[in-house]
């Protein structure tokens, strides 16, 4: 049956198929993430964004009608570049999505999107595809933090595309992943989300820890670059027989970024 032969579906009834979104939501080092995500089968397999469950340590999962899972989810496969995670959880009641065609797209086709901005579940918006590129699709409905791993759906209800970024500096600028996409990914890996966690966020330490000057009761610490380290935590103990202490100003930690001549200074009195 061709695109053009297929039965558009009301607003409403297409807002309808946000019992096939769920919210996710799990701590990270940042606090608490979130994020949404839509089920693909009866047994449990959801799509997400992989920024969503990036750092990650574990992820509840709250489905349209109030219910919670919070049981092992596993990680099935994923892809950075293409901003994808495929997920399980042990659930075999769940009602699936359509999965619709995402390469015959136009511009202007009407396209309804139904996320968690804010933690707003299911927030239901509507708009129009206004540009397509490569692994792109520019959609005039609303998309907000928390947004992330949506469905996009067309007017016959049917998922063609992630919701993954709006961009809020303008106005009906949203973005999603066609779901063409996800041919790329496997379900095959079954791997839980503690391991990914623990493989994932492995940092090694910094090397060549030195110090650069003393000066009364402060220390000019430097150290050796990480790649791709975004920052820097510092642990301190004035007594070997005392526990590591982390560097904080009250109550969150110093975060250093690497610099010269030094990266931190530590003042021995007060801590940092």
């Known amino acids: 049956m061709s695109e053009q032969s297929k039965t ?3 607003l409403s009834e297409i807002a309808a198929k946000k019992e096939s979104v769920v919210l996710l939501q799990g701590p990270t080092s940042e606090g608490v993430a979130q994020g949404s995500g839509v089920i693909l089968s009866s047994d449990g ?14 992820i509840t999962v709250t489905f ?7 049981g092992t989810v596993y990680v099935e496969d994923t892809s950075e570049s293409l901003d994808l995670a495929l997920l399980r959880i042990n659930r075999t009641d769940l009602t699936p999505v359509t999965i619709g065609d995402s390469t015959s797209l136009a511009i202007g086709d ?3 999107a139904i996320g968690s901005p804010y933690g707003l579940q299911n927030t239901v918006s509507e708009g129009i595809i206004s540009s397509i590129r490569d692994n792109e699709l520019q959609i005039t409905a609303a998309i907000s933090s928390g947004s992330s791993g949506g469905a996009l759906f067309n007017a016959q209800g049917e998922l063609i595309g992630v919701t993954y970024a709006g961009i809020t500096a303008g106005q009906n600028l949203g973005f999603a992943i066609p779901i ?7 379900d095959r890996n ?7 966690y623990a493989e994932n966020s492995a940092v090694s330490a910094p090397s060549g820890l030195r110090l650069v000057q003393s000066s009364g009761n402060a220390l000019y610490l430097q150290w050796d670059a990480v790649d791709n380290a975004d920052y820097y935590l510092l642990y301190y103990r004035t007594d070997s027989n005392q526990d590591y202490t982390l560097c904080s100003d009250f ?3 110093h ?3 690497h610099s010269s001549p030094y990266s931190a200074a530590l003042t021995i009195r007060s801590g940092c």
Do not use: C, K, W
């Not at 397999?45 to 574990?58: A, E, F, R, W």
């Not at 079954?190 to 990914?196: E, K, N, R, S, V």
């Open 180 to 186: 063409h996409a996800l041919d790329e990914l496997t």
């Open 190 to 196: 079954h791997q839980t989300l503690a391991d990914f």
């Open 45 to 58: 397999l959801i799509v997400t964004n992989y920024h969503v469950i990036d750092g990650m340590q574990s």
């Open 110 to 112: 009407t396209v309804v």
């Open 255 to 257: 975060r250093f970024q």
């Open 251 to 253: 109550g969150s930690p």
């Open 64 to 70: 349209d009608d109030g219910s919670v899972y919070d």
């Open 8 to 10: 558009e579906l009301s």
